[in-house]
């Protein structure tokens, strides 16, 4: 699976967007990018996941440049529940073999 | 839908002891996952089950780790004997065949605490 890097942190105002970048330009045809993020003391939480089009679901938007290099996960109108770890991953399909590998994410912090 | 439960929530054990946890997943979801989150660290997968055969237990410290899923629903995972190292929060997710993809569901975790 192709590795990710994401920035170790963030800051953002609430009821501001979130932009949280992520670099993949290891990533093959048929892999995946995947986001999922950890609150304090939690399990980690699937948020949205695309191949190359763009994405959007009620929690976060997902763009993917055209050359599927790198992504950002928008978190439009940012709360304070959003002060998490956010883990992209890139990855194949899992009836391939391919597992959830996480690194070490981006700690996001909203700020009031 | 209820989540994925697991207990206990917390564990403290001294070194070269035995512990276990448990894992009951979503109901329906085939397949089982146990992961390892050492603190500062994203999880780290150890082993995973589709029903209650293993499909990947490569990163599994299989000297001192055992899991099972014997009816094909809950699971546990032990530790045998415990090592300072091991200190971490062990979490279980699962996943159905509904799910767009790969979409895992994790439960709350179990904090392990090794002295």
């Known amino acids: 699976d192709a590795k990710t890097t994401q920035p170790p942190s963030m800051d953002c105002a609430e009821g501001r967007a979130a932009n949280l970048p992520c670099n993949h330009s290891t990533i093959s045809g048929n892999e995946y990018v995947y986001w999922y993020r950890q609150i304090h003391s939690q399990g980690p939480q699937y948020i949205i996941h695309g191949l190359k089009n763009n994405e959007t679901n009620e929690m976060a938007s997902l763009i993917i440049t055209e050359d599927r290099k790198s992504s950002t996960l928008i978190l439009p109108h940012a709360t304070l529940r959003d002060t998490a770890v956010y883990y992209c991953i890139v990855r194949g399909q899992e009836t391939s073999g391919s597992r959830l590998t996480f690194g070490e994410g981006t700690q996001l912090t909203v700020n009031p | 839908e209820a989540g994925v439960a697991q207990s206990p929530r917390y564990k403290i054990i001294e070194k070269r002891q035995s512990v276990a946890f448990w894992c009951n997943p979503i109901s329906g979801h085939a397949t089982l996952y146990w992961y390892q989150q050492i603190l500062g660290q994203g999880p780290k997968l150890l082993i995973q089950?589709?029903?209650?055969?293993?499909?990947?237990d490569s990163q599994l410290p299989k000297d001192r780790f055992s899991a099972e899923r014997l009816k094909g629903v809950d699971s546990t995972l032990k530790i045998q004997p415990a090592k300072l190292e091991d200190s971490a929060v062990y979490l279980c997710?699962?996943?159905?065949?509904?799910?767009?993809?790969?979409?895992?569901?994790f439960g709350p975790g179990t904090r392990l605490t090794v002295l």
């Open positions: 997710a699962s996943r159905g065949f509904r799910g767009p993809g790969g979409e895992q569901f």
């Open positions: 089950f589709q029903n209650n055969g293993v499909v990947d």
